[in-house]
């Protein structure tokens, strides 16, 4: 039986901002809910959002553990 996979805070929706586009604003870390709430998403455009952000991450090697981009157009 393949493990379940499931939502919740995971270090997989944190990103370090290293080199912010602001040259005055310090390196920061940014959390996807908090920028998915920052700009007052739907709750299907934060699914989305959120989806895009898991395989970004993946690719930088914090992926979510089983997702795949098939899994997510699934859900």
Not at 11 to 39: G, K, S
């Amino acid at each position: 039986m393949s493990e379940k996979l499931s939502g919740g805070f995971n270090n997989y929706y944190l990103v370090q901002v290293t080199n912010p586009q602001r040259m005055e604003q310090p390196p920061y870390q940014a959390e996807c809910e908090d920028i998915i709430q920052a700009l007052n998403m739907t709750f299907d455009e934060g699914r989305l959002f959120k989806a895009l952000w898991r395989n970004a991450a993946a690719r930088l090697g914090n992926g979510k553990p089983g997702n795949t981009s098939v899994y997510d157009a699934e859900k």
